[in-house]
């Protein structure tokens, strides 16, 4: 008769406590009880998370305009609620001549109230912030007014720039039948004159669709551009982009804007 060998008990146990007790350092089954974690995956966004979470205050600039486009010049903000209440932070903020602010502002939304320089009110805006470069304009109360150009800075590096505080005869977020021969636009500084308009006009003043600009006819007069329009602008929108190169006279840079004119079906020349 055979007789199967059998293990010692005692043997049999320790062999089982070796490999279940000690599981977390088994190999087969190391990735089961502590997966690995590659980094740049879900680890750097929680903790990215977090850190703004944590109630960090962030620096921005940016330029109020009304319905028009037109800046709302030594204006003044004021804010009437934030979702993320942060000591330290101004409840009042003053603009400059060009609609201008440089603020410290909390992550989430925060609505504010803006007044024009005689301290009518004019409307009402959210500005949403979600992350270290990363804001909008949430809502208005009027369609077209709000915050424009928002940039984010570091405390100690504050950017300077002009910015154009209106355009006349023609403004944004109108319509118009004649258009005209010649379009003023209005700086928040004293510009820098230009040794020739024309290559001025060419580097820093794109339309679309093109419209001839002619330098021999336009101007600069203290914070005034004059364009002269030897044509006529199409039908509907009509866009002038605004480019760095103009500068004032103390040095700043213009912030680039884009301004829209909208012309209808029966607009002309003047």
Known sequence: MNRHPKLPTSLVLICLWFLLGNCYFNPLVQPIVNPEVEEGTEAVPFLGIAAVLSGSKILITGQVVNANGSAVA?????????????????????????????QSF????????????????????????????????????????????????????????????????????????TWPTYLYISFSENLEVPSNMQSFLDANVITNPTIPLIGTNSDITNNILTIYNSGVGAIGPNTYTF???IKSTSGKSLKPRTLTFLCQPSCNGS
């Open 243 to 245: 480019g760095s190169g």
């Open 74 to 102: 030594n204006g003044t903000l004021t804010i009437l609620s934030r979702t993320n209440q942060e000591s330290g932070l101004a409840n009042t903020i003053t603009l400059d001549g060009g609609g201008r602010f440089y």
């Open 106 to 177: 909390s992550i989430g939304e925060t609505a504010i109230k803006v007044f024009d320089q005689s301290g009518t009110e004019l409307f009402t805006f959210k500005l949403s912030i979600t992350g270290q470069g990363i804001a909008s304009l949430a809502e208005t109360s009027v369609a077209g007014a709000g915050v424009i150009n928002i940039e984010f800075y570091m405390e100690g590096s504050i950017p300077a720039y002009i910015d154009i505080a209106s355009t006349s005869p023609i403004v944004e977020g109108t319509t118009f039948t």
